[in-house]
């Protein structure tokens, strides 16, 4: 038996695995294009002093981890840090509280009307991203916004939301936005607990909060975990809210620059593309981090 026969039988013999790669090669090359290469030139520039206009755009060098050594002593970055902090830790309360709340409500027998509430609670959740921060930026202008109108009707005093209340109202508007993704997941959580659980603690007439301690928090206590942490890792790289309500440039204070957004005025507003791609490979490494964890937790 020649190679050429040889060959001929290992295709044959392999023709279902050939043909079922061919169908995933579209995937590979969109992957390739649009993550992997991207994400190889965001490590490779922020190693170099390359910046997107002036000499530095043609004749940049290599310069190791300067870049991370300039922004591990920027203050700008510490500042934003810190608002992506409180930005993230404030979202991740309200969200979650947000979202046990309604999963609660959809869960239980009590209520009536759950079909059209549910629809109501996933509203934002399904609106186009741009549509919410600019409904809402409306809503929060400082004269002539719904807000303030409602505030000045309650004889409380109007708020500046789109200065001095910044970082609070992108807070909000994230808040109203993403609280249905915990609803969901715990939601699901909550209906996977078989019925036989509550049925035979209400025969030994159990409490309610005897109930939730013994049976409802045991059983989704990781989903909750796992719940925590993708909040949190969508909120590290959040970007368009804090975009639509700050702008092309940063407040002189910093007061609504999450870490993405620094990475993006850097980059395209002060065309430091380099420097910008060590601050977005810094949150690539975050998010990794927390990836890492989310996958711990549910048994990956």
């Not at 109501?120 to 959740?125: A, G, H, R, V």
Request: net charge positive.
């Amino acid at each position: 038996m020649n190679s050429l026969t040889k060959i001929k039988l290992w295709f044959e013999a392999q023709r279902e695995r050939i043909v079922l790669g061919l169908f995933m090669v579209p995937a590979f090359v969109v992957v390739a294009i649009f993550q992997l290469i991207p994400a190889i030139s965001t490590i490779w520039f922020s190693l170099t002093d390359i910046a997107l206009a002036g000499p530095k755009a043609i004749n940049w060098r290599f310069i190791g981890i300067g870049n991370y050594v300039s922004v591990v002593n920027d203050w700008a970055f510490w500042v934003s840090m810190r608002v992506t902090t409180i930005y993230c830790v404030a979202s991740l309360v309200i969200r979650f509280i947000l979202g046990i709340i309604t999963a609660l409500y959809v869960t239980s027998k009590v209520f009536k009307g759950k079909r059209i509430m549910e629809a109501i609670f996933l509203l934002p959740y399904i609106v186009p991203g741009v549509i919410k921060p600019t409904v809402w930026y409306s809503m929060l202008e400082p004269n002539y916004g719904t807000i303030n109108r409602i505030l000045i009707a309650m004889g409380l005093p109007r708020q500046s939301w789109t200065y001095g209340r910044l970082l609070e109202s992108i807070i909000i508007v994230n808040c109203w936005a993403g609280y249905a993704f915990a609803m969901i997941l715990l939601a699901s959580a909550l209906a996977s607990i078989p019925k036989e659980y509550y049925e035979t603690a209400e025969v030994y007439g159990a409490s309610r909060w005897f109930k939730f301690k013994k049976i409802t928090f045991p059983l989704i206590k990781y989903p909750i975990i796992l719940c925590l942490i993708m909040i949190f890792k969508e909120d590290i790289d959040d970007f368009t809210y804090a975009y639509m309500f700050t702008g092309e440039a940063p407040y002189p204070d910093y007061r609504s620059e999450l870490l993405a957004l620094y990475t993006y005025h850097e980059a395209f507003a002060y065309f430091e593309l380099g420097y910008g791609c060590a601050v977005g490979f810094i949150i690539a490494i975050i998010v990794f981090i927390l990836t890492l964890a989310q996958m711990k937790i549910g048994g990956a």
